[in-house]
């Protein structure tokens, strides 16, 4: 029979075993945090690691003028104590902006996960003159999920840059004025929060939310049941960035139907002419049904033109599930599962 000391020895190694892995970053402090993260990318190196959660509580990280400050490993979770309250910024030279080269977190690891927390790029947007591209999440990754994470910048706020990624949002809320949400890949956003911001300081101007370019993948962008918030400048759904765009608006509620330009679409591609942009089911604040029986859509280009019917029909609308989307990833599962460790690990953090 095994002695009771060796057995309370035994268990204990279990339960550490089994217990999640966590770094817990100094409040407010931008300096643990990128230790916490610089620990976590040495620590999960391996695409097999265990999850590792690093723990932020309120306040501002102000990470000065850095830039893509990056996660490389693989199965860690950023989480912080409230979207709100857990604030990471960085605020890069008008002189040093780029799509590439301001973010303030670049992803290169596979399945991170991020909650409850802001990222903001403060780049002086209003000062920046015709260009501002300061990005808040660029995203090299694979299978990233992200719930109740608000990004917080102008320009390209959020930057898929793999061209076979796929990531998962729920319940986010991504601010901007013009390709605020751009890149490659399958993204989908479930119920999620979209806020187009002031064109210019004196207000007025035209935002485009999203500038996909599809390539190697076969949805791009989904946006499905979710918000668009509107300041003053009138907006558009998307616009063709280039390769083949994809991108679907699906059960959308907008605030302000009335700024929305009737297009819906931008007819003038940048790079393309092919345009797979639809929508279904789109909702005023009421919850008023507001779809356009049709919306043909001219999309033109070096002279050429290409007409698209960008209304869904119920069938066609239909296949665009998270199953359908995502065949072999199960995100929505996931995200469920690690919002309850993280909550577990906060409720023992604040304890502390």
């Known amino acids: 029979m095994m002695h009771l000391k060796q057995f309370l020895l035994c268990f204990l190694s279990f339960l550490a075993a089994s217990a999640e892995a966590q770094i817990v970053v100094e409040a407010g402090n931008a300096e643990s945090l990128l230790q916490a993260i610089e620990q976590a990318n040495k620590q999960n190196a391996d695409a097999t690691s265990k999850r590792l959660f690093i723990l932020v509580p309120n306040g501002v990280y102000d990470l000065g003028k850095r830039t893509l400050t990056a996660i490389t490993?693989?199965?860690?979770?950023?989480?912080?104590?409230?979207?709100?309250?857990?604030?990471?910024?960085?605020?890069?030279d008008v002189e040093d902006e780029g799509i590439s080269k301001t973010a303030t977190l670049l992803n290169q690891g596979r399945e991170t996960y991020v909650q409850d927390l802001t990222l903001k790029n403060a780049l002086d947007y209003y000062h920046s003159g015709a260009v501002g591209r300061a990005v808040c999440w660029q995203d090299k990754g694979d299978r990233t999920m992200m719930k109740r994470v608000r990004m917080l910048s102008y320009q390209d706020t959020y930057y898929s840059n793999n061209e076979q990624g796929r990531s998962y949002f729920e319940a986010a809320e991504i601010h901007g004025t013009i390709d605020f949400?751009?890149?490659?890949?399958?993204?989908?956003?479930?119920?999620?929060?979209?806020?187009?911001?002031?064109?210019?300081?004196?207000?007025?101007?035209?935002?485009i939310i999203a500038a996909p370019?599809?390539?190697?993948?076969?949805?791009?962008?989904?946006?499905?049941?979710?918000?668009?918030?509107?300041?003053?400048?009138?907006?558009?759904?998307?616009?063709g960035w280039r390769e083949h765009p994809r991108c679907v608006w699906l059960y959308t509620t907008l605030?302000?139907?009335?700024?929305?330009?009737?297009?819906?679409?931008?007819?003038?591609?940048?790079?393309?002419?092919?345009?797979?942009?639809?929508?279904?089911?789109?909702?005023?604040?009421?919850g008023r049904d507001i779809t356009p029986r049709s919306n043909?859509?001219?999309?033109?280009?070096?002279?050429?033109?290409?007409?698209?019917?960008?209304?869904?029909?119920?069938?066609?609308?239909?296949?665009?599930?998270?199953?359908?989307?995502?065949?072999?990833?199960?995100?929505?599962?996931?995200?469920?599962?690690?919002?309850?460790?993280?909550?577990?690990?906060?409720?023992?953090?604040?304890?502390?």
Request: hydrophobic share 30%.
């Open 213 to 239: 370019r599809t390539s190697k993948t076969a949805w791009g962008y989904v946006f499905s049941h979710c918000t668009i918030r509107n300041d003053d400048s009138e907006f558009l759904y998307a616009r």
């Open 296 to 352: 043909v859509v001219t999309f033109t280009l070096n002279g050429e033109s290409h007409a698209v019917e960008t209304i869904l029909t119920e069938q066609q609308a239909a296949k665009y599930t998270l199953k359908n989307v995502f065949p072999d990833w199960q995100p929505q599962k996931n995200v469920r599962q690690l919002e309850k460790q993280g909550g577990r690990l906060k409720r023992k953090l604040l304890k502390e």
């Open 73 to 92: 490993g693989h199965r860690i979770a950023l989480v912080g104590e409230s979207m709100e309250g857990t604030v990471i910024v960085n605020a890069p």
């Open 255 to 286: 605030e302000t139907p009335e700024m929305l330009q009737p297009t819906r679409f931008e007819p003038k591609g940048m790079r393309t002419i092919q345009n797979d942009f639809y929508e279904y089911g789109t909702t005023d604040g009421e």
């Open 181 to 207: 949400i751009c890149g490659a890949g399958d993204v989908f956003f479930n119920h999620c929060l979209l806020v187009t911001e002031k064109r210019r300081t004196e207000g007025g101007g035209r935002d």
